[in-house]
């Protein structure tokens, strides 16, 4: 069974870095998406960026801030998170888009504050 995990989160003050990874239980194939959102509460799930054999792509607020990235045709995938800001914070998801369906992992939170 396929499944992923997030990992990396934690407290990060305003400015600072931080960089999220995203396990799979076995390798996949870069044509298979990876995509990061985040979720606050109250709000619905929001995308931040993704990864394809066609590039990548960002939510306006993060670009030029956040990359992501995957290992080749291994099993990790990564959101770097730069110059974070109060607003970044909230839970990090990872999902993969296989062809039996997209699978999410638990979540990890990053918080930004002083």
């Known amino acids: 069974q396929f499944q992923v995990m997030e990992s990396g989160g934690g407290l990060v003050q305003p400015g600072g870095s931080l960089t999220l990874s995203c396990t799979a239980s076995k390798a996949y194939s870069t044509v298979y998406p990876v995509a990061w959102y985040r979720e606050v509460p109250g709000k619905e799930r929001e995308f931040v960026a993704e990864?394809?054999?066609?590039?990548?792509n960002y939510t306006d607020s993060v670009k030029g801030r956040f990359t992501v990235s995957k290992d080749g045709a291994g099993k990790m995938a990564y959101l770097q998170m730069n110059d974070v800001k109060p607003e970044d914070t909230g839970v990090y998801f990872c999902?993969?888009?296989?062809?039996?369906?997209?699978?999410w992992g638990q979540g990890t939170q990053v918080t930004v504050s002083l």
């Open positions: 999902s993969v888009q296989l062809l039996n369906g997209v699978h």
């Open positions: 990864v394809s054999r066609r590039g990548t």
